[in-house]
């Protein structure tokens, strides 16, 4: 569980403007985004046709609108998505080592390579 959660609100369809709105308990969230997506009042008026709610996070952002705006309405917590980048970025190391250890392990990239220089015009020594 975390200390915040996100509940974050893509509007229009111009540009789709986004509304991050941030909780301190996944409760407030959880109405918040169960209001946005129109499924219950927030602020106690009814889903009719000219239904507009607020919606004041806890950090001073206030959002008022009509669900039926909402293009899509994203409920995170910010902990455990924390976690996940953690866990993605420990996957990318593994996948990274197993790389390597497969190209040491490849005859063709551990063979040592003749170098020779590539030469373009005369050869060294010789007169024009």
Known sequence: MSDLWTVVVYLGD???PQVNLV????????????????MSPIDGAPLGDDCRLTVTDNFGTSLRCDPRDALAVLLQDTG???????????????SQAKAQNRAQADPMLSKPQLARPMMFGPSPGKAS
């Open 23 to 38: 909780f301190s308990s996944e409760a407030a969230a959880r109405e918040a985004f169960n209001a946005l997506e129109g």
């Open 14 to 16: 111009q540009g789709h």
């Open 80 to 94: 455990r998505s924390a976690e996940t980048g953690i866990e993605l970025g420990l996957l990318q190391a593994r």
